[in-house]
Structure formats: structure tokens, C-alpha cells
């Protein structure tokens, strides 16, 4: 995942948190005292539509957006590494957001899905990063490899000596693989 697109759900991840905090606090304070926010009701046209909202039902869209924004936090974790394993999150996190929040995460979520998925260096340390961490995945499954294959070596060898019999050898085989 490329760091545009990490980027553009995260910040629909916070916008969407944002949005369902100042919903859910706004209610809270006309429930509190209707007339402090009676006076802003003309600067903040958004006041007027919370307030006709219970307090029950914005503590419900409260808790649904909170958990639309984990997940598209938790989709992207580690700079997206697991981002193609979290797609069922991912996925879920964008419908509960669209449903919970305003229209700068929709519209966030709208570009990082045309923003393609591909993984860009930017710079020639993140290339080296890259490379330095291929490597080291590489000379450790080779390692296990060779590992793997000197045991099934030994097990041959105590079989063609009549160590062990074939049936032990399968049982051993098959435990180690």
C-alpha cells in the first residue's frame, strides 16, 4: 500500500472520530442546557439537525463510527503491510463510516479507492529498507530449508542402516514436515 492511500484512510479515520465526538458532545450540552446552543443555532447549521436527535441514538452512531475508525486504523496497521489480509475490515470499516460519518471522510475513502494500490519508494532509503528486509526473509527460509533437508538426510541414513524402520521413518518424515 502506497503512503498516499494509507494516508487518505487514516485521515478519514480521524475526520469520522472528530465528527462522531463534536455530534455526541453537542448533544450532551443541549441535553445539558438548550439554551447555550440556541444562541449559535444561525453560525452552526449543523446544531439545529443534532439537536433533534436523541441522546440514545447519537451514543449508538457514536460507538458505530468509533469502531468503522479501529477498523480502518486496524486495516492499515504497519504501514499497510497487513492491508490485503485485513480487506473483510477494511471493507466493513468504510460501510460504518460512510453510514456514521460526514461527507470529508466519504469523500476520502472515494479518492483512496481510485488511488492505486502499488508500493512507491519515495526516497533511496525506503528502497534499501526494502531490499535489506528481502534479504533477510530470504536467508531465513533458506536457512529452514537447508535445516529441513539435512534432517530428512540423517533419516535416510538411519534408515538405509536399519536404525529405525521404514514405518518409523514415515512417522518421523511426517512430523517434521
Do not use: C
Amino acid at each position: 500500500m502506497n503512503k498516499t492511500k494509507r494516508n487518505l484512510i487514516i485521515a478519514a479515520g480521524v475526520i469520522n472520530l472528530i465528527d462522531i465526538i463534536s455530534g455526541l458532545a453537542l448533544v450532551i450540552l443541549y441535553r445539558i442546557n438548550p439554551s447555550w446552543l440556541q444562541n449559535y443555532a444561525d453560525y452552526v447549521g449543523y446544531v439545529i439537525n443534532v439537536t433533534n436527535f436523541n441522546l440514545v441514538y447519537q451514543l449508538i452512531m457514536f460507538l458505530a463510527g468509533l469502531i468503522g475508525s479501529i477498523f480502518l486504523f486496524f486495516a492499515v496497521r504497519e504501514n499497510g503491510k497487513y492491508y490485503r489480509n485485513s480487506r473483510g475490515i477494511y471493507v466493513a470499516g468504510i460501510i460504518i463510516v460512510i453510514l456514521t460519518g460526514g461527507i470529508v471522510p466519504w469523500i476520502l475513502l472515494l479518492i483512496s479507492a481510485f488511488t492505486p494500490d502499488i508500493i512507491i519508494n519515495n526516497s533511496r532509503e525506503e528502497f534499501r529498507q526494502a531490499t535489506e528486509e528481502s534479504q533477510r526473509e530470504e536467508v531465513f527460509h533458506n536457512a529452514e530449508y537447508e535445516e529441513k533437508k539435512r534432517r530428512i538426510d540423517e533419516l535416510k541414513a538411519l534408515r538405509d542402516s536399519g536404525a529405525i524402520t521404514e514405518e518409523e521413518y514415515k512417522e518421523k518424515l511426517f512430523e517434521l514436515l
